[in-house]
């Protein structure tokens, strides 16, 4: 069995990518658009958990603004004029790569990449009582009074979280 890297997301994988959204986060769908144009607008932060031909996960991540967020299968048009920290928009990984390392490593990999371009925060918004994971990597929730309707686009318990990069 080969095994599962990280390696930098390709147009040819976003039908994958996009499937596996499907079955990762089947409560916040997302359009095979916004895959497609994450990628076009910012190929840096977006990846994918390959095993050879087959994927196990993907991150969706690029520059935005400061204690705000996209919208929920949103497109952007183009990242803002200013942005000011980096933004994880989505990472998912199939159930049974879970508890490997993959994730692990992802985030390693995207606050890196956040230092090396000059963010000194990175934002995202935990869905799926994901943020124990986050706060074991830095990563503390914020009360920002101009998220609120916007985080529960993102469902129950969604919580918007910031790291130092």
């Keep these: 069995m080969t095994p599962s890297i990280w390696r ?15 079955i990762v986060h089947p409560g916040f769908p997302e359009d095979r658009a916004v895959f497609e144009e994450r990628l076009a607008l910012y190929p840096a932060g977006c990846f994918v958990l390959a095993s050879g031909d087959e994927l ?5 991540s690029h520059p935005y603004v400061k ?8 497109r952007l048009g183009a990242l803002p004029d200013r942005c000011d920290t980096y933004y994880f928009h989505d990472i998912a990984i199939l159930p049974d790569a ?12 995207l606050k890196e990449h956040a230092r090396i371009a000059g963010f000194d925060t990175i934002g995202l918004i935990a869905v799926n009582n994901s943020a124990p994971f986050w706060q074991r990597h830095g990563f503390a929730a914020r009360d920002v009074a101009g998220m609120r309707e916007k985080l529960e686009s993102y469902g129950d318990g969604a919580v918007c979280m910031r790291s130092a990069a």
């Design 8 to 22: 930098p997301m390709t147009t040819a994988d976003i039908a994958a990518a996009h499937a596996l959204s499907e």
């Design 56 to 60: 196990h996960g993907y991150a969706l």
């Design 67 to 74: 204690d705000s967020a996209p919208a929920l299968n949103t």
């Design 98 to 109: 879970r508890n490997s390392g993959a994730g692990d490593a992802i985030v390693s990999i």
